[in-house]
């Protein structure tokens, strides 16, 4: 007969993540799946190494356009490796809502099935009931059990292609934060919580006492990376922008951060490919992205055109307000070795970029929806 055990999350000394760690232990496995309602960056860290470890295996089911789900949780999940399928219902007040956490060998198959999502509340913090299972699979019953848990979510793409998203790549992402599918964690959200008021009743409703668990140490670090120049202290939101280019790693060249002390920096960000493999570098920047600007023929330089742009500047959720940037444009460096063509030239950014603590951080550009004017974010 299957093991049946019971996780009562706050009212027992357990939390859904060490139950949901020790599936991760399986001998020999063979696939892994987790199916969740809501996703926060949060929630994704708790397993993050478990799942970079069995990525080749794991595959995730994760509910989006629900107000919750967040595009932070999201990359970070898709940055694992696992399979990651979005799951979005197209209707109003439906949303994809299981909370399966599943491990199988040839032998054997833990889960954990219940109420808890990947959120840092759904395995620490909130008040969550779930059923721990071990299936034997050598038993016919058991083995039939486990199929008709598996199969919905197999026949899932089959039978609701328009209404599944497997993530191919970062921009996915940003395009689904964009269409208000995904949420952006970095933007305050009004949500009743702490010492509330009941309503109708004129009395006080004290904080319920809990083991509540954090956020993690990475996030906060995160969150206080600020050079030192801050005009302001708003975060912006994504929403109403178009991803146009993506630099996954920045480096001293990019932050203008010579490697020795003598070495002058050469004061540009050059417009390369970054991730976008599929775009021609030499004319994508000039043709496409900044094709609307006004651009003019440099004086000195009959080949090389210039033009002056408006961008905002947001390092770690902090906006640094707008500066008027120059773009330059010289055909001649491609060199017939398909080089980079166009450049940002940081001038009084450069104050605000330089920063160690910014190296290996991702950079994307942004044009603002219908304008010519763009937004650099660090983070």
Known sequence: MPTIDFITQQFQNVNHKDSILEI????????????SAFITEEGVSKIENELITHAGISRVYIGIANG???????????????????????????IFHPKVFLG????MCKIVVGSANLTLGGLHNNIETSTKIELDLSILEEQQALNSLLEPFNDLVTRFPQNIIE?????????????????????RRNVT??????????????????????PGIRRRLRRRIRATHAIQSTTPTLIGLELVW???????RHLQIPTNPS??????????????????QTTYFRRVVFEDC???QDPTNPNKETTTITFEVVVSGSSYGEHNLLVSYNPAFESNQRNYTTSIHWGNVRNIIANENLLGNELNLYRKTGTNTFVIEIT
Not at 104 to 107: C, G, I, P, R, V
Not at 196 to 212: E, S, V
Not at 246 to 252: A, G
């Open 104 to 107: 199988k060998s040839n032998t």
């Open 246 to 252: 993506n630099l996954p790693e920045l480096r001293r």
């Open 68 to 94: 919750i789900s967040s595009a932070q949780g999201l990359l970070r999940l898709y940055k694992t490796g696992a399979q990651v399928m979005c799951v979005d219902t197209g209707l109003n007040g439906v």
């Open 294 to 296: 006004n651009w003019t």
């Open 167 to 187: 993530i191919q790549n970062r921009r996915e992402i940003i395009n689904l934060l964009n269409s208000g599918k995904l949420i952006d964690e970095r933007l």
């Open 193 to 214: 919580s702490g010492v509330a008021r009941t309503r109708g009743a004129g009395q006080i409703t004290p904080r319920i006492n809990l083991n509540i668990t954090r």
């Open 263 to 280: 070495t002058h920096s050469t004061g540009v960000l050059s417009l390369t490919q970054g991730s976008f493999s599929e775009v021609d």
């Open 24 to 35: 991760f232990q399986i001998a020999s496995p063979q696939e892994f799946l987790i199916c």
